[in-house]
């Protein structure tokens, strides 16, 4: 399974993002997330229980300063400052003043690159780290299940979950995020079945955000019996929402 074990990495061709410069600021060893996704390339999170240790704010930019500027000095382009790494990034105590600071030090050294958050979405109800995700570029926000019943099947919440106090909090973004869904289906669910399906379509013109990214499986998975769809198969499911006027960006 997929682990980081610095800071910052990178830049990888994201098939998202472009050149995409990575930042890690959970545990560097393990895994630390609020779901369990059965698809997470980081595997199981009973699997990758290690440190607890957060990189501190320091860490972080100390890190990001120095991989920057030595991208600059051998002339690396970098399209985008992805903050993934190891499970869900705004769970750093300090997640809203990393992203200050990852805002100063990209304006400094790669002004025209994006800061991008890939978020579960999880915690989007706590001020702060709504306010945080608000400043970046590209908040990249999952949906990958239209019920609390779904949910608990694919993202497996380590915690109380409310599908319903998600999408609340995602209304004050003003549709200013990208909505990320994967779409995948195993022996126990089916996102794309008509019913779910129908329902996810609901939510996104409810949130009406700027941009829908779906997707499907791309890595080896912890949960071996899921099934991916094809980039037809997936093209019919948003179809709707294309001819609504919505911007859905596919993935295969």
């Not at 560097?28 to 059965?38: A, E, I, P, R």
Request: aromatic share 8%; glycine share 6%.
């Amino acid at each position: 399974m997929l682990h980081f074990d610095d800071i910052v990495f990178g830049p990888i061709f994201s098939r998202r993002l472009g050149s995409s410069l990575g930042v890690n600021i959970l545990p560097s060893k393990g895994k630390l997330c609020n779901f369990d996704c059965v698809y997470c390339e980081c595997g199981w999170n009973k699997d990758g229980i290690a440190e607890r240790k957060f990189p501190t704010l320091a860490e972080v930019e100390e890190a990001l300063e120095i991989k920057m500027a030595e991208a600059v000095e051998e002339g690396v382009s970098i399209d985008s400052i992805t903050f993934s790494g190891n499970g869900e990034p705004t769970m750093n105590p300090e997640f809203p003043q990393i992203i200050d600071a990852t805002l100063r030090i990209r304006d400094k050294y790669y002004p025209e690159a994006k800061v991008s958050v890939l978020s579960n979405a999880f915690l989007v109800g706590r001020e702060a780290v709504t306010e945080a995700l608000k400043k970046v570029d590209n908040p990249i926000l999952k949906i990958d299940a239209s019920s609390d019943e779904l949910v608990m099947k694919i993202n497996k919440p380590c915690g109380p979950y409310h599908l319903s106090k998600v999408i609340d909090s995602l209304r004050r973004f003003d549709g200013n995020f990208v909505l990320q869904t994967m779409f995948l289906k195993s022996p126990e669910f089916d996102t794309a079945e008509p019913q779910a399906l129908a329902a996810w379509h609901d939510i996104v013109r409810e949130l009406r955000p700027r941009q829908v990214m779906v997707y499907t499986i791309d890595r080896e998975t912890p949960d071996k019996s899921l099934a991916k769809y094809t980039v037809e198969e997936m093209t019919h499911f948003v179809k709707p929402l294309i001819d609504e006027g919505f911007d859905v960006q596919i993935r295969g």
